[in-house]
């Protein structure tokens, strides 16, 4: 099982370019989420979806959309780039069919500038 | 607005010595705590995750609950260089698809 994988790894947009960064999961899980975690302000939550079918929004969703294409696949898409969004993205997955809160297993990370 | 604090560090440790990482949450509700490790450049893995009151132990590492004090630490025996990281605690509600991060805890093994 390759868990989640996150591409690109690396990206450099200019302001105003737009990208979408993908996510996959094959451990069959529910949820995904997507983050983003920055210098001193330690992972906030962009978006996440709850199952197939569903998003929602996370604590910093603003010039971010998000696409849960099927189980396996969520992605995130930068319409128009801003320097604030250079940081480092993390696409999470989880199983939550449980009572409890659920461990999250995260990807690699893209890491992404914005000139 | 629900919050996990944690102090940033960084904290340092003789070898060998005893890591204690500490962690308090702001939500009464939350029921399901996360210990993950960052190595820098790298993304979070979960060490330990702890659901009741008192003391889960899982090798060298302890993760401790106290709900009344809405206290959450991990204690690290025998550290070892390979425990220099970023600690991030993370605490969710139960039927919650979200949990909440701290911020970290930068830990420093001396050799």
């Known amino acids: 099982n390759a868990g989640v994988t996150q591409t690109p790894k690396f990206q450099v947009l200019k302001t105003g370019q737009s990208m979408t960064l993908q996510c996959a999961q094959d451990m069959n899980h529910n949820s995904m989420y997507w983050y983003r975690q920055d210098p001193g302000m330690g992972l906030r939550l962009i978006y996440y979806s709850a199952s197939e079918g569903t998003t929602d929004k996370g604590e910093v969703p603003n010039g971010y959309n998000v696409s849960r294409l099927n189980k396996r696949e969520f992605s995130l898409r930068l319409e128009s780039a801003a320097p604030s969004q250079t940081s480092v993205y993390f696409c999470?997955?989880?199983?939550?069919?449980?009572?409890?809160?659920?461990?999250?297993?995260f990807g690699p990370g893209t890491r992404l500038t914005v000139l | 607005q629900k919050e996990v604090e944690q102090n940033s560090g960084p904290l340092s440790v003789p070898e060998g010595a005893i890591a204690s990482l500490n962690c308090t949450y702001s939500?009464?509700?939350?029921?399901?705590f996360f210990w993950y490790r960052q190595y820098s450049g790298k993304s979070p893995e979960l060490i330990m995750f702890i659901y009741s009151n008192g003391d889960k132990e899982d090798g060298r590492f302890t993760a401790q609950l106290n709900k009344a004090s809405q206290y959450v630490s991990l204690l690290i025996r025998d550290s070892q260089p390979s425990d220099s990281a970023t600690y991030l605690c993370a605490g969710g509600m139960n039927r919650d698809d979200k949990i909440i991060f701290g911020k970290g805890t930068r830990l420093h093994i001396l050799p």
């Open positions: 939500d009464r509700g939350s029921q399901s």
């Open positions: 999470a997955s989880s199983h939550h069919q449980q009572v409890m809160a659920d461990t999250q297993y």
